[in-house]
């Protein structure tokens, strides 16, 4: 099973890219790797997820190593509305299918 | 706006009493999962719901129960509600055996026992 570590918190100016790490060094070949953000007072919200290739699509880059240890997100041109706490879950870190671990995330703040 | 809707969307109850919190999931879902939220923490599963059956559970009391219905919607109840029960709590829905872990989630009910 996959656990991961992100750091607490993260600054970023608006309008550049937000790039945020995850270690996930115990995840099997096998597992994915999953993004959501929860905006303040609000549910989560999936983002992207990946397995061994790097991953795009409207929100955000997912960029994992090769040896599958870590990845990054990447927000392109981060705003105002993308301040957030953004999690990093591995596939199977609950020990079964679909039962998603959040474990404390980043806490990204976009500044004007 | 990920389609799941919740109600109610805040609730005051008092110790000892009992709540029902209802969830709708995305059109096209049929599977239904709720997580407690406390205060500055994240999400943590209670359970899921697949054709009507628990189909998995995490780590809390007999006092958490569920239900799913036919047309998917789901309900979460909490018996004999503790302080420690207030928390906004989560419903996501998801389309099981697509990619369970892609889960869509409402904006929660914050529940609040005094």
């Known amino acids: 099973d996959a656990k991961t570590t992100q750091p607490p918190s993260m600054d970023c100016a608006e309008g550049r890219a937000a790039n945020l790490p995850c270690n996930h060094s115990t995840i099997s070949g096998n597992e994915y790797v999953y993004w959501y953000r929860q905006i303040h007072s609000q549910g989560p919200q999936y983002i992207i997820h990946g397995l061994k290739n790097n991953e795009t699509n409207e929100m955000a880059s997912l960029i994992i190593t090769e040896d599958r240890k870590s990845s990054t997100l990447i927000l392109p041109h981060a705003t105002l509305r993308d301040t957030a706490v953004y999690y990093c879950i591995g596939e199977g870190d609950g020990g079964s299918q679909g039962n998603l671990i959040f474990g404390k995330g980043t806490k990204l703040s976009v500044k004007p | ?114």
Do not use: M
């Open chain 2, 1 to 114: 706006d990920a389609g799941v809707t919740q109600s109610p969307t805040h609730l005051i109850k008092t110790r000892g009493q009992q709540v029902t919190l209802r969830c709708s999931p995305k059109s096209g879902h049929d599977t239904v999962s709720w997580y407690q939220q406390a205060l500055g923490q994240g999400p943590q599963f209670i359970f899921q719901y697949y054709e009507e059956e628990e189909r998995q559970r995490g780590n809390f009391p007999d006092r958490f129960s569920g239900h799913q219905f036919p047309n998917y919607s789901s309900e979460l109840n909490v018996n004999a509600l503790l302080l420690g029960d207030s928390a906004l709590y989560l419903c996501a829905s998801s389309l099981l055996g697509f990619n369970s872990y892609e889960q869509y989630f409402g904006p929660g009910t914050r529940l609040t026992v005094t």
